[in-house]
């Protein structure tokens, strides 16, 4: 994806209304700040201006507050295209910006987070159907095992020596 359609892309979950769900009007703010600062910065570049050397804090901020959403959350299929075009946004500022370690390991927590996600959401599934054939079979229980359960109950009666218990035979 190119730089416009990431931007249309990250344009286009900002002006959802489901974003409510995550953020508030101020982690919402931070973030278009965030994304402002970065346009504009990528937009000197692109005209071979030299872009002003400003605190990087905003961005940070940014990365935090996608952070606790990413981890606190459940995601919809909106968010996390979101977050990944995001993503791929400061991952690229940042290559040709700041080169910043911390917002480098950030960028990939975040992507580890949504990739496990998807692996966690998959794991879910699975056991849902497993519980589901698990309920199936046990509400059908071969007539053997009734009998034998009786069988060994009718013994211990008796006072016969049951494997379960260990008593010798009276």
């Not at 919809?76 to 946004?89: D, G, H, R, S």
């Not at 959401?121 to 699975?126: F, G, K, P, V, Y």
């Not at 229980?141 to 016969?160: C, K, M, R, W």
């Amino acid at each position: 994806m190119d730089l416009n359609e990431t931007r249309k892309a990250i344009e286009l979950y900002l002006n959802l209304a489901e974003k409510h769900d995550y953020m508030n009007n101020h982690i919402e703010n931070q973030i278009k700040e965030c994304y402002e600062f970065i346009n504009k910065q990528i937009d000197l570049l692109t005209k071979d201006e030299e872009p002003e050397e400003v605190d990087f804090k905003v961005v940070h901020i940014a990365l935090d507050s996608l952070k606790k959403i990413t981890l606190y959350n459940p995601l919809t299929p909106n968010y996390i295209a979101f977050v990944t075009q995001y993503i791929e946004l400061v991952r690229n500022w940042n290559s040709n910006f700041k080169n910043d370690d911390v917002i480098k390991e950030n960028l990939v927590m975040m992507m580890r987070l949504i990739k496990q996600h998807f692996s966690i959401m998959e794991a879910s599934e699975i056991l849902k159907g497993l519980c589901m054939r698990l309920r199936d079979f046990k509400s059908w229980l071969p007539p053997a095992f009734d009998v034998s359960g009786h069988y060994i109950d009718l013994l211990n009666e008796d006072g016969v020596k049951s494997p379960s218990n260990g008593d010798d035979k009276k």
